[in-house]
């Protein structure tokens, strides 16, 4: 299934991973944009948010905070720009942030799962996951956004020892 995304100079898409968990490959069009990719396993470096495909909102990963966000220092992944005319594979549920460095465009490509257990994890994601998260958006609204990245950063600096 073809996606075609767009951006303006600077805008930028913050660390998540797709929620169908499809891999996809990435082709960049027109201008270039920079690409920070993580595996899953990077999940309590990157802080992230339960019940979603997210991290917390305020980190700037052009400018991480390691005061703020100190599990930040551990997250080990790759940093590189796309070209007009690169690809990229992104396997499901990589972590990616994007930020254009100049208007363009890219498409990308994705190949739905055709495993049992890969089916299952996309139907968890895409209808139960997702669609809990809807719920308890509507029903408590800031209060459990905020109360899933309190949560986040819990979970991160456990993992990894840190004392805030």
Same mark, same amino acid.
């Given at each position: @299934?073809?996606?075609?995304?767009?951006? +303006?100079?600077?805008?930028?898409?913050?660390?998540?991973?797709? %929620?169908? @968990?499809?891999?996809?490959?990435?082709?960049?069009?027109?201008?270039?944009?920079?690409?920070?990719?993580?595996?899953?396993?990077?999940?309590?470096?990157?802080?992230?948010?339960?019940?979603?495909?997210?991290?917390?909102?305020? &980190?700037?990963?052009?400018?991480?905070?390691?005061?703020?966000?100190?599990?930040?220092?551990?997250?080990?992944?790759?940093?590189? %720009?796309?070209?007009? +005319?690169?690809?990229?594979?992104?396997?499901?549920?990589?972590?990616?942030?994007?930020?254009?460095?100049?208007? +363009?465009?890219?498409?990308?490509?994705?190949?739905?799962?055709?495993?049992?257990?890969?089916? @299952?994890?996309? &139907?968890?994601?895409?209808? &139960?996951?997702?669609?809990?998260?809807?719920? @308890?958006?509507?029903?408590?609204?800031?209060?459990?956004?905020?109360?899933?990245?309190?949560?986040?950063?819990?979970?991160?600096?456990?993992?990894?020892?840190?004392?805030?």
């Amino acid at each position: @299934m073809p996606t075609l995304f767009f951006g +303006g100079s600077e805008a930028k898409v913050l660390m998540h991973y797709d %929620v169908d @968990m499809t891999d996809f490959i990435h082709f960049q069009f027109q201008g270039d944009k920079r690409i920070l990719l993580f595996d899953p396993k990077q999940s309590k470096a990157l802080y992230k948010v339960p019940l979603s495909v997210h991290t917390i909102y305020e &980190i700037d990963y052009d400018h991480p905070d390691y005061e703020k966000f100190p599990a930040l220092k551990h997250a080990k992944g790759f940093d590189f %720009v796309m070209n007009h +005319g690169d690809a990229l594979f992104i396997p499901r549920g990589y972590w990616h942030y994007n930020r254009y460095l100049e208007a +363009g465009f890219s498409m990308s490509l994705r190949a739905f799962p055709n495993e049992f257990f890969q089916v @299952m994890n996309t &139907i968890y994601h895409v209808f &139960i996951m997702r669609y809990t998260d809807k719920l @308890m958006r509507k029903l408590f609204q800031s209060k459990w956004i905020n109360f899933k990245e309190k949560w986040a950063i819990k979970k991160s600096h456990r993992y990894y020892g840190i004392e805030k």
